[in-house]
C-alpha cells in the first residue's frame, strides 16, 4: 500500500489538513488512518461547539493567526457546504473589581487581534444581553458562534473521499519505520507505504511522534473537563454564550454558559487531570498512562505550581454543589437541581520538561514526518487554517506547490 502522504489522526485537524491536501494537489496518493470506527471521536466529538472569535490569544502567535484566519474559512465553508451554525455572541463578565484590569487587557488583545464591535457594557446594557447574569462589567463579542464540528469533520471527510483520498478506519498505528527513501507505517491491521507521515493524533500525537523522533521532550497530559447540561425548564436562564473573565495564573477559561445548536445549554467545564488520555468518566484508569504521567517531570513541576487550583477543580468534580457555586458566581440563580451529568471531554495539553504547559499550537518536523504536538483549543475553529499551514509544509517537503484553490 504505497502512498504519497500518511496522515495519522481522524479527528477534524487531521480531516482538514488531508484535505487542503488533497484540493491544492489532487493527484497526490493520501491515506488518513483513524483507530475508531467512527471519525471525530474524541476531542472533536466531545467539545461544546463553540466557534472562537480569537479574542484571548497572544497577539502574532500560531493560536491567534490561525483562529482568525480559520474562523473566516470555518464560516466560508459551512455557507458553501449548508452546515448550519450561529453566530450568537457571548459576554466574558467581570465579577469584583479586581477582574476589571484582567477584562481590559483581554479586550485590548481582541483589538490587536483585529476584532471589531467589541463593546464594554455595565450595569443595566449588561442585563439586557443577559438579565440573570451577575456582573459588574463585560465585553460582547459578536464574532463568537456556535457549531456542530463533528458534522464540519463528517463534510471534510466526503470531501476527501470526493478527491479521490482514502480513509481507513479501525487502523491503529503501533510502529513508524523510517527507510532511506521511504517510511513505513504499521498498524493493528496493515503496512502502509509513504513519502511522508503527517501526524495529527491528537491525544496520542506524542506517543506518534515519538515513533518518527528520539529528541521529543514533551508529554501529552489529559485534563478532563467535565459538564452538565440545564434542565429544560431552567435554560431561560442563559440566552447565549456567558463565560468568567479567565484566571490568568491558570491555562484554561473557567466554567461558563453555552448555548448549543442543537438545542439545550451547557454548563462547565472544570479541568482535572484524566487516569487515563481517553478517560472521560472518573471511573476510566489506566495505570501505565497514569504512571506516565505522574512519572513526567514536567507535570510534577506543573502540580507543584497550580496544587491549590487543581485541589479546587478536583473538589468540584466530586461534589455537585461546589460545581453549582462556582456558577452561581455568573448566575446566582442556578441551582443544584437545575444540573444534570452530560458528556465530559478529554483535552490533549502538551507539557515540556520543564514545567511548560504549552499555551500556543506546536508543529514540529523531522525527517519523514511533520507531527501536530499540540492543538488544543481554537483548533476546531482553526481548523481549516491549521489544515492549511501543514498541507502548506507537506506540499513543500514533497518539492509541490498548490495548484488548486479550496472548496470553501
Given at each position: 500500500m504505497k502512498y504519497d502522504i500518511v496522515v495519522i489522526g481522524g479527528g477534524i485537524v487531521g480531516l482538514a489538513t488531508a484535505l487542503k491536501i488533497k484540493e491544492q494537489q489532487p493527484s497526490l496518493k493520501l491515506a488518513l488512518l483513524d483507530?475508531?470506527?467512527?471519525?471525530?471521536?474524541?476531542?472533536?466529538?466531545?467539545?461544546?461547539?463553540?466557534?472562537?472569535?480569537?479574542?484571548?490569544?497572544?497577539?502574532?502567535?500560531?493560536?491567534?493567526?490561525?483562529?482568525i484566519r480559520g474562523y473566516k474559512m470555518l464560516l466560508d465553508f459551512c455557507q458553501v457546504h449548508d452546515i448550519a451554525y450561529e453566530l450568537c455572541g457571548k459576554i466574558i463578565v467581570a465579577t469584583s473589581k479586581e477582574e476589571i484590569v484582567q477584562l481590559e487587557k483581554i479586550q485590548e488583545r481582541g483589538l490587536q487581534n483585529g476584532l471589531s464591535d467589541l463593546q464594554r457594557i455595565s450595569g443595566d446594557a449588561l442585563l439586557e444581553y443577559e438579565p440573570h447574569v451577575n456582573g459588574i462589567e463585560a465585553i460582547v463579542v459578536p464574532q463568537t458562534g456556535i457549531i456542530d464540528y463533528k458534522a464540519v469533520a463528517n463534510k471534510y471527510a466526503q470531501l476527501i473521499e470526493s478527491l479521490g483520498g482514502e480513509i481507513f478506519r479501525e487502523q491503529k498505528v503501533t510502529d513508524i519505520i523510517s527507510n532511506e527513501n521511504e517510511v513505513d507505517v504499521i498498524t493493528n491491521q496493515q503496512s502502509f507505504s509513504t513519502n511522508l507521515v503527517v501526524n495529527c493524533a491528537g491525544l496520542y500525537s506524542d506517543k506518534i511522534a515519538k515513533l518518527t523522533t528520539e529528541q521529543l521532550d514533551l508529554k501529552i497530559i489529559p485534563f478532563r473537563g467535565e459538564y452538565y447540561e440545564i434542565k429544560p425548564e431552567r435554560q431561560h436562564l442563559v440566552k447565549n454564550l456567558i463565560y468568567p473573565v479567565p484566571d490568568p495564573n491558570f491555562p484554561f477559561l473557567g466554567v461558563h454558559f453555552t448555548r448549543m445548536i442543537q438545542g439545550g445549554v451547557e454548563a462547565g467545564p472544570n479541568a482535572v487531570l484524566a487516569f487515563q488520555r481517553e478517560g472521560y468518566k472518573k471511573s476510566d484508569i489506566n495505570l501505565k498512562e497514569l504512571a506516565e504521567t505522574l512519572s513526567w517531570p514536567g507535570f510534577q513541576k506543573v502540580a507543584m505550581k497550580y496544587w491549590q487550583t487543581g485541589l479546587g477543580e478536583m473538589y468540584r468534580s466530586f461534589s455537585k454543589a461546589a460545581f453549582t457555586k462556582a456558577l452561581q458566581k455568573l448566575i446566582p440563580e442556578i441551582k443544584e437541581e437545575d444540573l444534570i451529568k452530560a458528556e465530559a471531554g478529554v483535552r490533549a495539553q502538551a507539557c515540556t520538561r520543564d514545567g511548560g504547559l504549552v499555551d500556543d499550537f506546536l508543529i514540529l518536523e523531522e525527517k519523514g514526518a511533520i507531527n501536530v504536538c499540540n492543538a488544543p483549543s481554537p483548533a476546531a475553529t482553526s481548523s481549516l487554517s491549521i489544515g492549511q499551514t501543514v498541507s502548506e509544509l507537506a506540499l513543500k517537503r514533497l518539492g509541490l506547490k498548490a495548484t488548486h484553490k479550496d472548496m470553501g
Amino acid at each position: 500500500m504505497k502512498y504519497d502522504i500518511v496522515v495519522i489522526g481522524g479527528g477534524i485537524v487531521g480531516l482538514a489538513t488531508a484535505l487542503k491536501i488533497k484540493e491544492q494537489q489532487p493527484s497526490l496518493k493520501l491515506a488518513l488512518l483513524d483507530k475508531e470506527k467512527k471519525l471525530a471521536t474524541h476531542q472533536t466529538g466531545h467539545n461544546s461547539g463553540v466557534i472562537h472569535s480569537g479574542i484571548y490569544y497572544k497577539p502574532g502567535s500560531l493560536k491567534a493567526k490561525n483562529c482568525i484566519r480559520g474562523y473566516k474559512m470555518l464560516l466560508d465553508f459551512c455557507q458553501v457546504h449548508d452546515i448550519a451554525y450561529e453566530l450568537c455572541g457571548k459576554i466574558i463578565v467581570a465579577t469584583s473589581k479586581e477582574e476589571i484590569v484582567q477584562l481590559e487587557k483581554i479586550q485590548e488583545r481582541g483589538l490587536q487581534n483585529g476584532l471589531s464591535d467589541l463593546q464594554r457594557i455595565s450595569g443595566d446594557a449588561l442585563l439586557e444581553y443577559e438579565p440573570h447574569v451577575n456582573g459588574i462589567e463585560a465585553i460582547v463579542v459578536p464574532q463568537t458562534g456556535i457549531i456542530d464540528y463533528k458534522a464540519v469533520a463528517n463534510k471534510y471527510a466526503q470531501l476527501i473521499e470526493s478527491l479521490g483520498g482514502e480513509i481507513f478506519r479501525e487502523q491503529k498505528v503501533t510502529d513508524i519505520i523510517s527507510n532511506e527513501n521511504e517510511v513505513d507505517v504499521i498498524t493493528n491491521q496493515q503496512s502502509f507505504s509513504t513519502n511522508l507521515v503527517v501526524n495529527c493524533a491528537g491525544l496520542y500525537s506524542d506517543k506518534i511522534a515519538k515513533l518518527t523522533t528520539e529528541q521529543l521532550d514533551l508529554k501529552i497530559i489529559p485534563f478532563r473537563g467535565e459538564y452538565y447540561e440545564i434542565k429544560p425548564e431552567r435554560q431561560h436562564l442563559v440566552k447565549n454564550l456567558i463565560y468568567p473573565v479567565p484566571d490568568p495564573n491558570f491555562p484554561f477559561l473557567g466554567v461558563h454558559f453555552t448555548r448549543m445548536i442543537q438545542g439545550g445549554v451547557e454548563a462547565g467545564p472544570n479541568a482535572v487531570l484524566a487516569f487515563q488520555r481517553e478517560g472521560y468518566k472518573k471511573s476510566d484508569i489506566n495505570l501505565k498512562e497514569l504512571a506516565e504521567t505522574l512519572s513526567w517531570p514536567g507535570f510534577q513541576k506543573v502540580a507543584m505550581k497550580y496544587w491549590q487550583t487543581g485541589l479546587g477543580e478536583m473538589y468540584r468534580s466530586f461534589s455537585k454543589a461546589a460545581f453549582t457555586k462556582a456558577l452561581q458566581k455568573l448566575i446566582p440563580e442556578i441551582k443544584e437541581e437545575d444540573l444534570i451529568k452530560a458528556e465530559a471531554g478529554v483535552r490533549a495539553q502538551a507539557c515540556t520538561r520543564d514545567g511548560g504547559l504549552v499555551d500556543d499550537f506546536l508543529i514540529l518536523e523531522e525527517k519523514g514526518a511533520i507531527n501536530v504536538c499540540n492543538a488544543p483549543s481554537p483548533a476546531a475553529t482553526s481548523s481549516l487554517s491549521i489544515g492549511q499551514t501543514v498541507s502548506e509544509l507537506a506540499l513543500k517537503r514533497l518539492g509541490l506547490k498548490a495548484t488548486h484553490k479550496d472548496m470553501g
